[in-house]
Nanobody
Framework: QVLLVESGGGVVQAGGSLKLSCVAP???????????MAWYRQAPGKQRELVAR???????TYADSVKGRFTISRENARKKMHLQMNRLQPEDTAVYYC?????????WGQGTQVTIPS
């Protein structure tokens, strides 16, 4: 069930930056701060992979491939999550999805395309 909405994708040259956002507009996310949030991505012909995760306490984890380049953050009062992506490379090209997890129940967005031409 798609309940989240991503935005901010686009085409950017290698070395550039993009900031993705994810908003939880439905009333069922009234306790947004209790959700574990994460960004995933899926490149053509590849499996969906975890990019970054932010817990309810703000603790973050990153895939090795994006450490030092991407930063995940959340705004609980606005029910939003962000992914600041710097020094983008062609291998970062993918559809990026946000996910909310509350006690094992997952909700996903429809994804936003990020393209870095080689």
């Amino acid at each position: 069930q798609v309940l989240l909405v991503e935005s901010g994708g686009g085409v950017v040259q290698a070395g550039g930056s993009l900031k993705l956002s994810c908003v939880a507009p439905r009333s069922i996310f009234s306790s947004f701060m209790q959700y574990e949030m994460a960004w995933y991505r899926q490149a053509p012909g590849k499996q969906r992979e975890l990019v970054a995760r932010i817990g309810t306490s703000g603790v973050t984890t990153y895939a090795d491939s994006v450490k030092g380049r991407f930063t995940i953050s959340r705004e609980n009062a606005r029910k939003k999550m962000h992914l600041q992506m710097n020094r983008l490379q062609p291998e970062d090209t993918a559809v990026y999805y946000c996910k909310a997890d509350f006690q094992g129940t997952e909700s996903w967005g429809q994804g936003t395309q990020v393209t870095i031409p080689s």
